[in-house]
């Protein structure tokens, strides 16, 4: 089982940088993918970021593509997302969710098929 916190979130203006935090606890954490969501006032939760187990594959919501990195420190068991030119439309909740890796890559941009989801962080964007 993986218990997920995130953290780093905060009100900034239009064009600053947050860096958010996943941490997690449990013995196993290198044998899930990672992925970060938002969910927006009145908008149903989106795929952002995921990362691999290994973080050698990385996959980004075009709508934050090159401005947004997501890492990993397996060691440290945190997964992170580096917000840089924040934009008011990514005001959200953001979540990071976890799911075992032994069910492969596919499909990681789907909500469903995240096992453990944290309570997430929230990010407000003044322009």
């Known amino acids: 089982q993986v218990r997920l916190v995130e953290s780093g979130g905060g009100l900034v203006q239009a064009g600053d940088s947050l860096r958010l935090s996943c941490a997690a606890a449990?013995?196993?954490?290198?044998?899930?993918?990672v992925g970060w969501f938002r969910q927006g006032p009145g908008k149903e939760r989106e795929f952002v970021s995921a990362?691999?187990?290994?973080?050698?594959?990385?996959s980004y919501a075009d709508s934050v593509k090159g401005r947004f990195t997501i890492s990993r420190d397996n060691a440290d068991k945190v997964v992170y997302l580096q917000m840089n030119s924040l934009k008011p439309e990514d005001t959200a909740v953001y979540y990071c969710?976890?799911?075992?890796?032994?069910?492969?890559?596919?499909?990681?941009?789907?909500?469903?098929?995240?096992?453990?989801w944290g309570q997430g962080t929230q990010v407000t964007v003044s322009s």
């Open positions: 969710a976890a799911r075992y890796a032994g069910y492969g890559l596919a499909g990681l941009s789907g909500a469903g098929s995240y096992d453990y």
């Open positions: 449990g013995r196993t954490f290198r044998s899930y993918h």
């Open positions: 990362t691999s187990w290994s973080d050698n594959d990385t």
